[in-house]
């Protein structure tokens, strides 16, 4: 049974900093790239980060770029995300993401999201 379970959401003020954590099981998770998304209340799903399936690559979105670090350790099966100088604007419920394309086919895997919220 393929699991992706997100957590180390929560209120944190301005400013401050939260490290995610998604831990996987049910799918060989060292052969798929992780991405981190975040949808806001009323907006679209956005693209945080992502990480190549052996972590040599990272890539963000402009306005996390500096802040935000997306890593994994394919040895506990979980990827992070380290959260630093956070705004209002980063409210929202992270959800990760496992992708693979193997023979054509594009396997995606989804968690249920942990809510972060920033606010004073």
């Known amino acids: 049974q393929v699991q992706l379970v997100e957590s180390g959401g929560g209120l944190v003020q301005p400013g401050g900093s939260l490290r995610l954590s998604c831990a996987a099981s049910?799918?060989?998770?060292?052969?798929?790239?992780m991405t981190w998304y975040r949808q806001a209340p009323g907006k679209e799903r956005e693209l945080v980060a992502t990480?190549?399936?052996?972590?040599?690559?990272?890539n963000y979105a402009d306005s996390m770029k500096g802040r935000f670090t997306i890593s994994r350790d394919n040895a506990k099966n979980t990827v992070y995300l380290q959260m630093n100088s956070l705004k209002p604007e980063d409210t929202a419920v992270y959800y990760c993401?496992?992708?693979?394309?193997?023979?054509?086919?594009?396997?995606?895997?989804w968690g249920q999201g942990t809510q972060v919220t920033v606010s004073s």
């Open positions: 993401n496992a992708h693979r394309t193997f023979w054509g086919k594009n396997n995606d895997y």
């Open positions: 049910g799918f060989t998770f060292s052969t798929y790239a």
């Open positions: 990480i190549t399936s052996a972590g040599g690559s990272t």
